[in-house]
């Protein structure tokens, strides 16, 4: 079996930070994880950050200089979301994506409230 698992939410004040990590296990032949995406209530999900197909990084606007999305030098299977001066409007419901194995698979999602 596979699983894929967020971690790392919590509530933060305005300006403050959190790193969300997501981590892939089980019977894994072929992985890549897509990257971090997010959902607030009554709201689409979006993407908030990811990896493109060469390799490189692609964020959405609102949170371009503040998020970085990176791999585990050591873990391949593990990504994390680093997200510095967090704002209100970032309080959503964070997921990860990936394919694994020829198939997508969504993490259960972990929450991230940005308040005073």
């Known amino acids: 079996q596979v699983q894929l698992v967020e971690s790392g939410g919590g509530l933060v004040q305005p300006g403050g930070s959190l790193r969300l990590s997501c981590a892939a296990s089980?019977?894994?032949?072929?992985?890549?994880?897509k990257g971090w995406y997010r959902q607030a209530p009554g709201k689409e999900r979006e993407l908030v950050a990811g990896f493109t197909s060469g390799g490189s990084t692609n964020y959405l606007d609102s949170v371009k200089g503040r998020f970085t999305i990176s791999r585990d030098n050591d873990a391949k299977n593990t990504v994390y979301l680093q997200m510095n001066s967090l704002k209100p409007e970032d309080t959503a419901v964070y997921y990860c994506?990936?394919?694994?194995?020829?198939?997508?698979?969504w993490g259960q999602g972990t929450q991230v409230t940005v308040s005073s």
């Open positions: 089980g019977s894994i032949w072929n992985i890549n994880i």
């Open positions: 994506k990936a394919l694994i194995n020829s198939r997508h698979y």
